[in-house]
Every structure is written in C-alpha cells, then in structure tokens.
C-alpha cells in the first residue's frame, strides 16, 4: 500500500525538500496551499508533476477536516507559519492565528476524522529565545524573545497536550537554523548570499545587516527535513532537537560568503540599526545527541560547505 503524506507549507523551503524526500521513499504527497492570487511555486516546480495541490488554510479548521477526509493521509507535517520573525513584530495577532493557533485546528481535525494519522509539528529554536542553558535541548525551558517565538512555543505544547490527553502519534522537531538555496531573501543567511553574488556582478555596491555578533547554530534544510521522517518512522512520538551543536556568527557568514566570491566583507558589509531586533536572542546552539541516538540522524553538510553552496547558487541564479 502506498503511503501518503499531507504537507501544509509545502511551497516553503522545508515544505520542498520534505516533498523531494518522500516521493523518493515512494509516497504520494499532497501540498495544502492558501488560495491566493500570487502563490509562489517557484521551490516545487521541477516536481509539481508529482505532487497533489491541494486548498486549505490552517486558519480554517472546516477546510482541514475536509482535506483529510478527502485524502486520507497516514502522515500530516506541519511546516507552515509566518516564520519571519522580523514580521512577527509587524504583524503579532497573524502570527500567533497561523502559527500558534494554526497547529490546533490541524491537531483537531485530525483528532476527528482519523486519530492514527502521525502528526509532525515543526518546532524552533528561537523557542529558547533568552536562553536558561547552553547548549540547548529537549529539557531546556523556553524563553521565546520574539511573537513568532511566543506562538512557536504553544504549538509546542498544543502538539504535547494532544499527544498526552488523545492519543495522538504527534512528535515535535525543534529545528535550529536551516538554511539553503530555498532559503527566503529575507533570512540573513540568502540575505548576504545574495548579496554577494550581486556584488561580484556589479550590480550592487553594499549590503545592509543588523547584530554582526549575532551567533546562530546554521546547518543545511535537504538534511533536516530527514529528521522529520525519521520522528514518524517510530512506534512512540516524542520530541527531538535538531541542530548541528556549533554556532557561528553573523560577521564569520559574511566573512566566508564574501571570500566563496573573492571579496573581502569589510568592504561592503554595513551595519544598519533598522535590521535590530527589538529584543535579540541569545547563544543558540543546539545538543541533538537524542536525535542521534534514537534516531540515527546527524547533520551532514558542515556550516562552510553550505555556505559555500549557496552563494554558488546564487551566481549560477543570477542573469548571464
């Protein structure tokens, strides 16, 4: 019997590589997509032809029960949100409605129309926001920094309470930085890619970046979205973290981004207050050794080699 998968934010970076990853294991996968006037499927294009788009908003649960019940799927990952943080503060109400109150309507309808159905909620780092413990993992308490860390915190517990008070196969991945040529021009990371690729072709002179200091743990999107898999491959639900357990910073990203291209950073890196956080996170950086043990996964791509591919990518992008 082949197995199905439903993926909401499957037109996200995670969402693509997540869909890649299935119809290689064999699965049929289905994409729930907002309807929209401009829907950018630009990062599933190449695969479009394999996939099952479907309609549905998790701001609607009565759109949620009807997709299940039409499809059936034996696994829901769900990876949308508004997962800006900078615009979590622009806009905090629609945050917490998609990515806090989001993760219910989809526990419930499943909860429904078929309580087998194993559930993935992804969780995130910015979780720990003002961090009680470094490194971090499974048992460090939250302290989110940002309404986009509030929100990710209650579908954390949402997706906890489900699996307690019902039953549920539901697991939670809390993810650190992820990143990939998928990654939105907005995330720092694509943000000095691509800078650097424009830069190199004349058609930029400097980019503008908030805390240079800032430290993050960075590993490659393609091998996280394994983990996911692999939490729903297990007899028990439970929930991981999922990180590489080294940080770097802002200011080494530009660093090795720049010299990838045979620049040198200084040169075109300014700092800019407006990119500040209202309120900055702390040393994340992640202690996946229970996702190493129990699941047998571990990040494959080192920080450089990503590095290194995404500005690749981003030359290759741009015009000749």
């Known amino acids: 019997m082949v197995k199905r998968a439903l993926i909401t934010g499957i037109t996200g970076q995670d969402g693509s590589y997540l869909a890649e990853l299935l119809l290689a294991q064999g699965y049929e996968v289905i994409g729930l997509m907002r309807r929209s006037s401009t829907v950018n499927i630009e990062r599933i294009s190449h695969i479009q032809e394999s996939l099952t788009l479907v309609s549905g ?8 029960i009807s997709v299940l019940r039409d499809y059936r799927p034996s696994e829901v990952y769900n990876l949308a949100a508004q997962s800006f943080v900078q615009a ?7 945050t917490g409605e998609a990515t806090a109150l989001g993760v219910t309507r989809m526990l419930d309808a499943i909860r429904i129309v078929d309580p087998e159905i194993r559930f993935y909620q992804a969780s995130s780092s910015e979780m720990f926001g003002k961090v009680h413990a470094v490194p971090q993992n499974e048992t460090t308490s939250f302290y989110p920094r940002s309404p986009y860390g509030v929100a990710k915190v209650y579908g954390h517990w949402i997706t906890v309470n489900y699996r307690e008070s019902y039953g549920l196969h539901a697991s939670s991945g809390i993810l650190f930085n992820h990143e990939s040529p998928r990654r939105g021009i907005e995330f720092v990371t694509r943000k000095v890619t691509h800078a650097v690729a424009r830069i190199k072709a004349g058609l930029a002179s400097e980019v503008r970046l908030g805390n240079l200091d800032a430290e993050r743990d960075w590993g490659y999107a393609a091998d996280y979205v394994r983990a996911m898999w692999l939490m729903l491959q297990r007899d028990t639900p439970d929930d991981f973290v999922v990180a590489t357990g080294k940080t770097h910073s802002v200011r080494e990203l530009c660093d090795v981004a720049f010299q990838s291209a045979g620049l040198n950073y200084e040169e075109f890196v300014k700092v800019d207050k407006a990119f500040i956080r209202p309120a900055e996170v702390d040393l994340l950086v992640g202690d996946a050794t229970k996702a190493h043990d129990v699941l047998g996964w571990k990040s494959e791509t080192d920080f450089y080699a990503l590095v290194e591919l995404m500005v690749e990518a981003d030359l290759n992008a741009l015009p000749r």
């Not at 908003?57 to 949620?64: G, K, N, Q």
């Not at 979590?88 to 629609?94: C, D, G, N, Y």
Request: proline share 7%.
């Open 57 to 64: 908003d998790l701001m609607d649960e009565v759109s949620l």
């Open 88 to 94: 979590s503060w622009a806009q905090p109400v629609l």
